[in-house]
């Protein structure tokens, strides 16, 4: 019941403006004063800022810049997407964990967030950076109705979600090099790595892990990463709130994947081309069977890269790209 309450309350704070009193709150929520006062002491405690005046009652002033459930679930709207939430303090890895739950039969929309991770996994068996306080790691668990053949189009879609959640917070151009990096100014803020698990053609379900780097972190990072990194709070005066990215990539991922079942893959790709930084510029793609160049074209309908090179127009399916000039 204390958890509950406290996410009640909470919430109540975050949707109210002014002031509450203890005795509005507790006929709100069905308990009592003492009860609402202890939640807000303990609410003080974990680092949030509440103002109490007599016979006015309480206010919501500032809030930690904490990844836990209570707070994530105050912002986040979406029906099934981050609705159930696993949080830890630190994790090798937040894939790890959701491959776990997944195995043992957590639903669509599950979400593990980590503050920080000791592991943290990146695409082409790379490492992924993720110190503490510093970014949101978190991994999706989903579990799409398409194809497996199909499944590049979930990877361009949360990279297109996440876009489009990370220009409106902070008014930067953020642009994504296939298949899914995001970068600013050229410099990555976010990577998304998607595994699958599948039977025949049929995907049992994906875990859809997404590192975006929020606070400075560059004082922690390896020296070659640091000129190729960029951070959030680097491109914008706006506060940024870490549990609100969340709450908000959730709902823009459930939106799209919505979008996508009414409409199949077209406007993903239609907003993936939008975003892309690379089309018809000139790449170097590094691949399985060697390095090419070309200029990028666009996708396909499977949501693998055109390249046209000297030899004629390829298909880039699994690769590391590396833009010219
Ligand atoms: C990449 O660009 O190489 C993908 C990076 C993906 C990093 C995220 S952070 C949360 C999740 N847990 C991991 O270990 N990796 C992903």
Not at 138 to 156: A, G
Request: with cysteine; net charge negative; hydrophobic share 40%.
């Amino acid at each position: 019941m204390g958890h509950t309450l406290r996410e009640a309350v909470l919430k109540l704070f975050t949707d109210t403006e002014g002031y509450l009193s203890g005795e509005c709150i507790s006929d709100q929520l069905g308990c009592t004063r003492a009860a609402v006062w202890k939640q807000v002491t303990e609410l003080r405690r974990l680092g949030y800022r509440i103002d109490a005046i007599p016979r006015k009652g309480y206010r919501l002033v500032t809030r930690p810049d904490v990844l836990v459930p209570d707070e994530i679930k105050c912002f986040n709207q979406s029906e099934e997407i981050g609705q159930t939430i696993r949080y830890v303090d630190v994790t090798p890895s937040t894939q790890t964990l959701a491959h776990g739950w997944a195995e043992e039969g957590a639903g669509h929309g599950a979400l593990v967030v980590a503050d920080e991770q000791t592991g943290g996994k990146g695409r082409l068996g790379r490492s992924w950076h993720s110190p503490p306080g510093s970014g949101i790691w978190m991994s999706l668990i989903l579990k799409p109705t398409m194809p497996l053949m199909h499944t590049p189009h979930l990877t361009l879609l949360i990279s297109v979600a996440v876009t489009r959640v990370l220009r409106q917070a902070t008014g930067a151009a953020v642009e994504i090099k296939w298949p899914n990096d995001l970068l600013i100014g050229g410099r990555k803020v976010c990577g998304v790595l998607t595994e699958v698990r599948a039977e025949a053609d049929q995907i049992h379900y994906c875990v859809a892990g997404i590192g975006i780097n929020v606070h400075p972190l560059s004082h922690q990072l390896p020296q070659q990463l640091r000129s190729q990194t960029i951070t959030l709070s680097e491109v914008t005066e706006q506060s940024l709130h870490r549990a609100e990215l969340v709450a908000a990539c959730c709902e823009e991922i459930e939106q799209l994947m919505q979008l996508y079942d009414e409409k199949g893959f077209s406007p993903v790709k239609t907003l993936w081309e939008t975003y892309a930084c690379m089309l018809d510029r000139w790449l170097t793609v590094h691949t399985a069977t060697g390095m090419r160049t070309g200029q990028a074209l666009g996708l396909d309908q499977s949501g693998a890269l055109l390249l046209e090179t000297d030899s004629g127009i390829e298909t880039i399916f699994s690769a590391d790209i590396t833009l010219k000039g």
